[in-house]
């Protein structure tokens, strides 16, 4: 299942979709969970799925080896299909199959795989694992620290997706601390009056190690004196496609100056899976104007990668910003807004900054996914992929 190869899977799908509808000839093999693996996954995992298939092997890399147990983020049936669908976003370069595959054939690979895998002892899970569907799912508790050296959650927020993402949020200031790959969560905390964590069962895919929200607001009658404005969490909510957190951002007085609405989902592109962040703020009545800033940080500098013009047409503005991660491949930011847009980047962070004048709705997105290494060329297919 890893490949560079996108182009030749999306012309695998084009030959699928078009000798579909004619009458298979005699000699033509049976289109089973074998076939389906064999000709899309067997060049990186090899035909016995030792993960030393001749197109991997040819890079100087490995993939999974599934006769010894190895998979990403996890082995459960469920699992498997959503790292097929979804793909595994930065250190593999294994790209989404929900492209070149319907969902029955994803299950048929499935079912396949497995054949390969060693007998599994217990295949029944605990009654506190919890299981996302097909739709968002969220859950609070308290959190484990997310990396060695960080602190307990005390307040915590976990946002599954179906496609396998996780969202992991502190709740006492709006942040969101990182994403997971895998399964959902453990309610271990069920069995204890308080003393055990909400544990989250996915892999740490992306950790935003110092993101931040700004938000400098001009009030008609500013105190130069007042303390710092702080987020106050309201509610979380979950629709088909996507799930989030409202918030306000209140003065010293508890007073609220700004409503905000932050989402998160899943983009689904032809190199794995990216995930898109949302703000949607609303200066409150007296607020005389309001900006803010997300900054995204790794210790390392950011590049602009502008968009290739037209022919005459003057340059645009830098699309994808972009982070080298070193093993971890590149990491790609792409902001967009409904007000002017002002971005800077500095060997520490990348810090988007929105302005809203005379009380105006601000909305920020930014979509933010990994991969291998950038190219222009990568930059303008995943661009049209989302829709830019």
Request: glycine residues 10%; proline residues 7%; aromatic residues 8%.
């Amino acid at each position: 299942m890893h490949t560079r190869s996108v182009p030749s899977l999306l012309f695998a799908l084009l030959l699928s979709a078009s000798s579909a509808s004619a009458a298979p000839a005699q000699d033509e093999p049976e289109r089973d969970g074998k076939w389906l693996y064999q000709r899309h996954c067997s060049g990186c995992h090899n035909d016995n799925g030792d993960g030393k298939g001749p197109t991997i092997t040819a890079l100087g890399l490995e993939a999974r080896d599934f006769k010894a147990g190895g998979f990403a983020f996890g082995d459960s049936r469920e699992q498997i299909f959503k790292t097929l669908s979804t793909g595994i976003p930065g250190r593999s370069p294994m790209p989404s199959f929900a492209g070149v595959m319907d969902e029955d054939e994803r299950w048929l690979v499935v079912d396949y795989v497995r054949t390969l895998m060693p007998p599994r002892k217990d295949e029944t899970p605990r009654n506190t694992v919890m299981v996302v569907g097909d739709k968002p799912v969220i859950a609070r508790g308290k959190l484990p620290p997310i990396a060695e050296g960080a602190k307990e959650t005390t307040r915590g927020l976990l946002l599954g997706d179906p496609s396998g993402m996780t969202f992991e949020y502190d709740l006492d200031s709006a942040r969101l601390l990182g994403v997971r790959l895998g399964q959902f969560a453990d309610r271990e905390d069920w069995g204890d009056r308080g003393g055990a964590y909400l544990k989250p069962l996915g892999k740490l895919v992306y950790r935003r190690v110092d993101d931040t929200l700004e938000w400098p607001v001009t009030l008609a009658t500013p105190d130069p004196k007042a303390a710092p404005f702080r987020r106050v969490v309201r509610s979380t909510w979950v629709r088909s496609d996507r799930a989030g957190l409202d918030y306000d951002v209140v003065d010293a007085s508890g007073v609220a100056r700004c409503r905000v609405r932050e989402s998160v989902s899943v983009q689904r592109l032809s190199i794995g899976a990216g995930f898109t962040r949302r703000w949607e703020a609303t200066p409150a009545p007296g607020t005389q104007s309001c900006s803010f800033s997300v900054a995204d940080a790794h210790g390392q500098p950011w590049k602009a990668n502008p968009r290739a013009p037209a022919a005459g047409q003057p340059a645009r503005k830098p699309a994808w910003w972009t982070c080298e991660l070193g093993e971890e491949g590149v990491e790609l930011v792409l902001p967009r807004s409904n007000q002017s847009l002002g971005v800077t980047p500095s060997e520490q962070a990348l810090v988007f900054s929105v302005f809203s004048r005379s009380g105006e709705p601000l909305t920020l997105e930014a979509t933010i996914v990994r991969a291998a290494q950038f190219t222009q060329d990568l930059g303008e297919q995943l661009a049209a992929e989302i829709g830019q």
